[in-house]
């Protein structure tokens, strides 16, 4: 049983179930609460909800934090200064604290049989509700609490409470109806299972199984970001793996799914490669993808790359094309990036080589935006021994340092150069 936390159990006249958790102030960001607060004293009900509330709960410090209120946008941006409405379809306010970021969404409900959607003004994505109304349209129902932090209530109405206490992903309400209304909430639900390391409630997935095909009708760009958070997980290979099991990973990435089915060899080769990254994470999107892309490319080539590998034959690889364009979503220059980084990460081997250059080479060896790439990917998969990995990590930084100097001077070593006065020619006009 994982217990997370403290609170008293209380029931309401409408059944719904309030608890109040003891909770450290500590854990919860000022800004948010500050936000709260601001609304609650203008009368408007206030609350934390989501994600934020979900890892209060389990005793982890939440990344993000959506606010819901029955505050109108324009009301919200009246009073809580710095905040910005923004949205075309779906409106809501975003509120900026220094480097920081708050989306504060007014409750939303669906759409009532006898209503016509041409009739509402918002449209269908911006028909205001209740919190209870609100919280039954999200996910997971440990997606679904909110938290009042002024009172210190939380409110469940999706009984919530005993998934948490159990670890389980349940859907709010039926599951195949869920995923067919939007089908990323399948990839979202085993991103979920891994990163809390809670299981996939049974009809949940069958719901799965049964409905994966409809990721191939779902956009591209929605796709490739629910990749990424993938491969942000504290193991990135465990996703991939669920997806395989489940029936996904065909319509999510057929060319990893051959791998996995036709070269099962090959397969696990390519997700221990892909494990390797759990301890020293990437975080740009060219750096993820990077990683996916390096791991399915050693798998494939018995764990080397040539010396000889050119940045071209990645991006020419017939094999590779599909995955970077059409399952992945890579942008051109993400796709450059990479298989200039891929290229370098080759040439890190010819240590001595790179010794008998002259200081000028060896710095337009190391001042590009590859190497800085090629230098983290060797590092997460072992590629070189320790000392060849300190003498290039101590060369980078050197170098970079003497670039970024001379760059700052102004002088001929990296500023820009002075241009040579042309001797006048004899009897040429001069100027009076």
């Known amino acids: 049983m994982f217990i997370y ?18 909770l450290n102030e500590e854990f919860i960001d000022p800004n948010a609460l500050q936000i709260v607060r601001a609304l609650k ?3 408007f009900s206030t609350y934390l909800v989501g994600g934020c509330v979900r890892d209060l709960l389990l005793g982890k410090h939440p990344k993000d934090y959506d606010i819901a209120t029955n505050a109108r946008p324009q009301d919200i941006r009246r009073l809580v200064h710095n905040s910005f409405i923004i949205g075309k379809r779906f ?16 409750f939303r409900r669906d759409l009532r049989p006898n209503e016509n959607v041409e009739e509402l003004p918002g449209g269908i994505d911006n028909i205001f509700g209740t919190p209870e109304e609100d919280a039954r349209r999200r996910d997971f129902t440990i997606n679904g609490l909110f938290y009042d932090p002024v009172q210190g209530k939380l409110i469940d109405f999706v009984d919530a409470a005993s998934d948490l206490e159990h670890g389980i992903i349940r859907m709010i309400g039926e599951p195949e109806v869920r995923l067919a209304e939007d089908p990323i909430r399948i990839l979202r639900g085993i991103r979920l299972a891994h990163m809390i390391r809670f299981a996939l409630e049974p009809s949940l997935r069958e719901g799965i199984k049964k409905l994966a095909d409809r990721l191939s009708g779902t956009a591209l760009p929605r796709r490739r970001e629910e990749i990424l958070k993938f491969l942000r997980l504290e193991d990135p290979s465990q996703p991939f793996i669920t997806c395989y099991d489940l029936g996904v990973l065909p319509f999510l990435s057929p060319t990893i799914n051959h791998l996995l089915h036709s070269e099962p060899v090959l397969g696990e080769e390519f997700l221990r490669h892909l494990a390797n990254f759990h301890d020293k994470a990437l975080e740009t999107p060219t750096e993820l993808f990077s990683g996916l892309v390096l791991s399915y490319y050693l798998s494939k080539h018995a764990g080397e790359i040539s010396d ?8 020419e690889d017939k094999a590779l094309i599909p995955l970077l364009r059409d399952e992945l979503g890579m942008f051109k220059s993400e796709q450059t990036h990479m298989a200039k980084a891929l290229q370098t990460l080759a040439l890190l081997r010819r240590r001595k080589d790179f010794e008998t250059r002259g200081e000028r080479r060896r710095a ?7 190497f800085g790439l090629a230098l983290k990917l060797a590092d997460r998969i072992h590629w070189l021994k320790p000392d060849d990995l300190h003498y290039w990590h101590g060369e980078f930084d050197r170098l970079r340092s003497h670039h970024s100097r001379s760059s700052g001077s102004g ?3 990296g500023g820009r150069r002075r241009r040579r006065r042309r001797p006048r020619r004899p009897g040429a006009p001069t100027a009076e």
């Open 411 to 413: 002088g001929a070593a």
């Open 5 to 22: 936390g403290h609170y008293a159990w209380v029931t309401s006249e409408t059944q719904t179930q309030l608890i109040t958790p003891q």
């Open 41 to 43: 004293q203008r009368g």
């Open 308 to 315: 000889r590998l050119r940045a071209h034959d990645i991006l």
């Open 91 to 106: 409106r809501l306010v975003l509120v900026k604290r220094g480097e920081s970021q708050y989306e504060v969404a007014t």
């Open 364 to 370: 337009a060896f190391v001042n590009t935006d590859s």
